[in-house]
């Protein structure tokens, strides 16, 4: 995270991803580089999501990881002047969360590194969510982007 060039001039998170409304779980992005993109989310206590205390459930946290992995590959198309492909997330084989629930209003950070990427789209990414020093969230998770996602979607070659 040490390339001042790449992180001037972010943009919003809505020019990033193609969520909107309740389903965009990012308010902005924070840091990126070519390995590792930073977001920041605040849960909202009347939220969709929310539980009778306000608090976002932490098993929520995939989705917080997974649309900071889509940020950072939309960074990274648009740092290449690439248009922006759809992806999808596979999986995890481990997601722990050390609390039960994110406290709403509280800003948490999410970080997602790249790990691995090959030439077919499939890449996996180590996440964090932290609020402030502390580490609430961890995984890996696998994702793909395929050269032609409605191809791909209709079982056809890509």
């Known amino acids: 995270m040490n390339n001042a060039h790449e992180q ?40 969709w999501y929310s539980d009778s205390m ?7 946290g995939i989705e917080l990881m997974a649309q900071t992995v889509a940020a950072h590959v939309g960074l990274l198309k648009r740092s290449q002047h690439a248009p922006p492909k759809h992806g999808m997330l596979l999986g995890t084989r481990s997601y722990r969360a050390s609390v039960p629930c994110f406290s709403a209003h509280a800003p948490l950070q999410i970080q997602a590194t790249i790990v691995y990427r090959d030439d077919s789209g499939l890449g996996a990414y180590d996440c964090v969510i932290r609020s ?4 609430l969230a961890n995984a890996t998770l696998k994702v793909f982007e395929p050269d032609n996602f409605e191809s791909f979607l209709q079982g056809s070659p890509t």
């Open 132 to 135: 402030g020093e502390n580490i």
């Open 8 to 47: 001037q001039m972010l943009p919003p998170i809505e020019e990033l991803l193609s969520h909107t409304g309740d389903m965009l779980l990012l308010d902005r992005v924070l840091a990126f580089d070519s390995e590792t993109t930073i977001v920041e989310y605040s849960p909202k206590s009347h939220a």
């Open 54 to 60: 306000g608090d976002m459930p932490a098993w929520m």
